[in-house]
């Protein structure tokens, strides 16, 4: 019988707050909890909804905007920042899985 390798909350954290809790189902679903559990990880470490720490990042970075930078052109740089920063998450945390399905299959 195969061992179930789940997500922990540095996973979860790792992924925070690029990734809606049901995209990191879709993504990871072996490993991935409901999206309920997500949440109260999230609340657990007193993190506020994922839809509500991208806003106030995105707000955070669209105040910074550089003057000599267009709005329309700050907005791309920001959601390619995103895409960039989701894509970071993915490929960490999948390693982090890979890492311990070797782990555990060295262990058998």
């Not at 072996?30 to 559990?37: I, P, V």
């Not at 949440?39 to 839809?51: A, D, F, I, L, P």
Request: glycine share 2%; aromatic share 8%.
């Amino acid at each position: 019988m195969e061992a179930k390798i789940r997500l922990d909350i540095d996973d979860y954290l790792t992924l925070y707050p690029y990734w809606k809790p049901i995209e990191i189902q879709k993504e990871f679903p072996r490993h991935s909890h409901c999206e309920s559990q997500i949440r109260n990880y999230y609340k657990r470490v007193r993190h506020g909804t994922q839809h509500q720490a991208l806003n106030a990042l995105i707000k955070t970075t669209m105040n910074n905007r550089p003057e000599n930078t267009s709005l329309a052109d700050w907005k791309a740089k920001i959601a390619s920042d995103i895409a960039t920063e989701r894509e970071k998450g993915r490929l960490t945390v999948w390693k982090t899985i890979e890492a311990r399905e070797r782990v555990l299959r060295s262990s058998e």
